[in-house]
């Protein structure tokens, strides 16, 4: 297969992902830099750069999100610009006149608009636009361009699905019924399954967590680096941590000193797992839990699930919606907390969790009842 080089980008593209959006290969960088490669090629076509060339951001105009838009949301067709776009996407098939087009989906669209209205704030700051443009000036017109149709680009809303607590216990299970290695991976499956609903931790974050944060599984809480290098304390509950200490007992019995939290114990020994890793752990078992649904095919989940599982249990039991985003880590995170929370100590988010948390065997009660219903 020829090599297929990377996509062209605008100006200052690679300094923006590197300060910007997160580890280098994340989902937030990788999602960022397809924005950025969709925003070169929508610029070829409105000549306001050459097809080989990078969008110098002195060329950027204060209705340029606003046409990004426009061009995000037709069909393209065969040209050299529409093919560079559609490989850096998720477009829909669009058929016209027999002739097959590609238009991007709504998911597509309002991360790409999010992503080229992150690069404005970015230039802006570093008074790389030109004289007089400003990012907010930039999105009014994008508002503007939108309406009402805002609505309409909005990715369905993702549900926690309660059912998934019965993956909580799963490993737990298995280890009780092992022995020497074996028992060791089910220990860990266990605790990291449990780790990621207690932090409600993106995959990314959470395989970042050293042994050394944990205390030995004594820790009340742990630091999590997120998107944009930006840190957040999380409480760790009970569960996880009775979980975690389990696992780094089984690991000091097997002599294994490794740095990081989460590791292989098989080829690469002592390397920190990775986000395949976990979406093989869950998918696993997802796999052996949930076998079939009214003879339908078998269900799967991903380690994101237990996020949305988390912040929805979070949010039902009343914790404030400013609290709830502050323990996500979401991008808003910083303009939420310096307009409505701008001094909200460790200590009022660890009672806030304390209060509204739900423990693991009620998780998974409610999550046996559900399934039961379903059979």
């Keep these: 297969m020829p090599h297929r080089p990377p996509p062209l980008l605008p100006e200052f593209a690679e300094d923006f992902l590197r300060d910007a959006a997160g580890q280098e290969r994340s989902a937030t960088w990788l999602s960022y830099r397809s924005g950025l490669a969709a925003l070169q090629c929508c610029a070829a076509d409105l000549g306001l750069a050459a097809q080989a060339r990078p969008l110098r951001a002195k060329r950027l105009r204060v209705d340029t999100l606003a046409e990004f838009y426009s061009w995000l949301t037709k069909p393209h067709a065969n040209s050299p610009a529409g093919r560079e776009a559609l490989r850096a996407g998720k477009p829909e098939s669009v058929r016209r006149g027999g002739a097959a087009l590609k238009r991007y989906s709504n998911a597509s669209i309002q991360l790409y608009l999010i992503a080229a209205g992150q690069f404005y704030l970015w230039l802006q700051a570093g008074g790389r636009l030109k004289r007089g443009l400003t990012a907010s000036d930039a999105q009014i017109k994008l508002r503007q361009k939108i309406g009402g149709k805002g609505q309409r680009i909005r990715p369905a809303r993702r549900e926690s699905k309660p059912e998934l607590g019965l993956l909580l216990e799963f490993y737990g299970q298995q280890a009780a019924k092992l022995e020497g290695r074996p028992r060791l991976l089910a220990l860990r499956n266990h605790a990291l399954l449990q780790t990621l609903y207690a932090t409600a931790g993106r995959a990314a974050e959470v395989i970042q967590i050293q042994r050394a944060d944990v205390a030995g599984g004594q820790a009340s809480q742990i630091e999590i680096i997120g998107k944009g290098h930006k840190r957040r304390r999380i409480p760790l509950s009970p569960d996880a941590r009775r979980a975690i200490w389990a696992y780094l007992r089984a690991r000091d019995l097997a002599e294994d000193t490794s740095s990081p939290l989460f590791v292989s114990h098989g080829r690469n020994k002592g390397e920190p797992l990775t986000t395949a890793s976990l979406w093989r752990i869950v998918d696993q078992a997802s796999r052996a839990v949930f076998k079939t649904v009214n003879g339908k095919a078998k269900r ?46 460790d200590a009022n988010i660890e009672a806030a969790l304390r209060k509204s948390s739900m423990p693991a065997d009620e998780v998974i009660a409610r999550a046996r009842k559900i399934s039961q219903r379903s059979s």
């Design 300 to 345: 799967h989940f991903g380690p994101h699930a237990f996020r949305h599982l988390r912040a929805q249990d979070l949010s039902d039991r009343g914790m404030p919606i400013t609290d709830l985003q502050t323990v996500l880590g979401h991008a808003s995170i910083a303009t939420t907390r310096d307009i409505y929370a701008p001094k909200t100590p």
